[in-house]
């Protein structure tokens, strides 16, 4: 994300859509935790902890900013 402001601008849009609409907010963060559930299921069952699992950026901010709504 570094050096591409694009990116950053589409995130913020993006994040303010969901500030405004409960409703697609509940629906994006469901979607997000299934990518990341899906990606996790790829992962052969004797891999290790240190195995790389790739999300797409939206999801883990997305995911990181409900977490802190709920810690406030």
């Not at 992962?43 to 901010?61: F, G, H, R, Y």
Request: net charge neutral.
């Amino acid at each position: 994300m570094a050096g591409q402001p694009g990116c950053l601008t589409d995130l913020r849009e993006f994040l303010k859509e969901l500030d405004q609409n409960s409703d697609l907010r509940a629906a994006a963060t469901l979607r997000s935790l299934s990518r990341i559930r899906t990606e996790l299921e790829h992962l052969p069952e004797n891999s290790v902890l240190t195995d790389p699992v790739i999300p797409n950026a939206q999801d883990v901010v997305l995911l990181a900013r409900q977490l802190m709504s709920r810690r406030r």
